[in-house]
């Protein structure tokens, strides 16, 4: 980076890290971001921004910047850069002096930083246009389990923007900051889960021989379950395959009729999904037949999330910008892939692109009480944004 892109970064700063502690006082969650998703726009415009578009997947935003030779003329110059906008259900225990000033509700995966930093390149980008072609500006709601890019992408704005790679940063704890990351190939896992219902005939405990137990069976089908992993998926594959939850009678002396199961499985892989997938039925129907109660599987009322599979091409130029911000020694391109989710998957799914992450240093962990985000973090991730901008659609 030269002297004056950090002058210009730096002079920014007072004003992301202002906007960065007001997004984190007053967190929205899901799609209910009338608040954040306004502010957003509001500065897009006062940047000068070619286009704003709002309410894309209900309250999703999308900024449009041209370069220095104006429009894009075809998706191989055009690029998108996306940032996600909503907080958790979580009672903030941080004690930072701009705490959360709604009960329940903080910003514990650092959506706020991400918002700001994307906000911050958007700026600079504006008054420099160092680049050629056009930039898609995305501001997602809804990230933490309501499939907001997926909505987004349903609204048309893949169709009506189609660009030619797309790209996503997010925060990393333990990392220190002013260093980044990146997995090559898997990220992050698919997240899918399931309800199961163990159908038997209750009776009394003593007569044990008049029931059908639904508890027995649950318990064969929480043992099976656990030959999904160890018996059936590939030993070079990982899964994880786990019963979450399990509800069933409230007496000493009753054996129940129902059995409520909740079971959650994430892999990298969609093959792997179906796989897991089609035998949890097979266990599920082939238990209940053999012990002679109805099981039923189905599923909850949120979209499953694919997994997050960096591109090899996008990944190279992410690495690129990552190395111009920090420096190679600060930049680690060998991190493992981890079983959290990520919605940009389902971007990542239609369009290359790659997703990295940034150091957020020696803060409490994501989804923590504890956990804020690294003010001093968001000048390297302007930095790599605007990097990046310049080697995706160089002049």
């Known amino acids: 980076m030269n002297t004056s892109f950090r002058n ?3 002079a920014m700063l007072p ?24 502010l957003v726009a509001e500065r897009l415009r006062s940047f000068g921004f070619d286009e704003v578009i709002e309410g894309i997947g209900k309250t999703g935003i999308l900024g449009i910047l041209h370069g220095s030779s104006g429009p894009a003329a075809s998706k191989d110059k055009r690029v998108l850069f996306r940032a996600d906008m909503d907080a958790l ?38 008054d420099t246009r160092t680049f050629d072609g056009t930039l898609i500006f995305c501001f997602q709601p809804a990230e933490e389990g309501q499939a907001g890019a997926q909505a987004m992408i349903d609204d048309g704005m893949l169709e009506r923007f189609p660009v030619k790679g797309a790209y996503a940063l997010h925060n990393w704890p333990g990392m220190p900051v002013g260093e980044f990351g990146v997995m090559r190939g898997p990220a992050m896992a698919s997240a899918d889960g399931v ?71 994430r892999c990298f892989s969609e093959k792997v ?40 091409t996008e990944t190279e130029i992410a690495l690129d910008a990552m190395r111009a911000v920090a420096g190679a020694d600060k930049v680690r391109d060998d991190l493992k892939p981890v079983m959290g989710s990520e919605d940009f998957a389902f971007i990542l799914r239609q369009v290359p692109g790659a997703y990295v992450l940034l150091g957020n240093g020696c803060s409490a962990a994501l989804h923590n009480p504890g956990y804020d985000f690294a003010d001093d973090a968001i000048g390297y991730g302007v930095a790599y944004w605007s990097e990046l901008a310049a080697r995706v659609l160089p002049k």
């Not at 929205?28 to 954040?36: I, Q, S």
């Not at 910003?107 to 600079?124: E, K, N, Q």
């Not at 097979?282 to 238990?287: L, S, W, Y």
């Open 273 to 312: 999904a179906a796989t897991i997938e089609e035998e949890l039925w097979r266990i599920c129907e082939k238990t209940g037949e053999a012990l002679g109660v109805k099981v039923t599987v189905s599923r909850p009322p949120l979209t499953p999330y694919p997994p997050t599979i960096n591109h090899t």
């Open 8 to 10: 210009s970064i730096a």
């Open 89 to 126: 259900p979580i009672e903030e225990a941080s004690g930072a002096a701009y705490s959360s000033a709604v009960a329940g509700r903080m910003h514990a995966c650092g959506h706020d930083g991400h918002t700001a930093i994307l906000l911050g390149a958007a700026r600079y980008l504006a």
């Open 15 to 38: 004003d992301l890290i202002e906007w960065r502690q007001d997004f984190h006082r007053h967190p929205e969650l899901m799609y209910d971001l009338p608040r954040t998703a306004g």
């Open 195 to 265: 309800f199961i219902t163990v159908q038997g005939e209750g009776g009394h405990a003593a007569q044990p021989h008049t029931t059908r137990d639904p508890i027995v069976a649950a318990g064969h089908i929480i043992s099976a379950v656990q030959t999904i992993v160890s018996r059936v998926v590939d030993p070079f594959e990982q899964a994880v395959v786990s019963i979450t939850a399990i509800n069933g009678g409230d007496a000493f002396n009753v054996i129940p009729d129902k059995v409520e199961m909740k079971c959650g499985f």
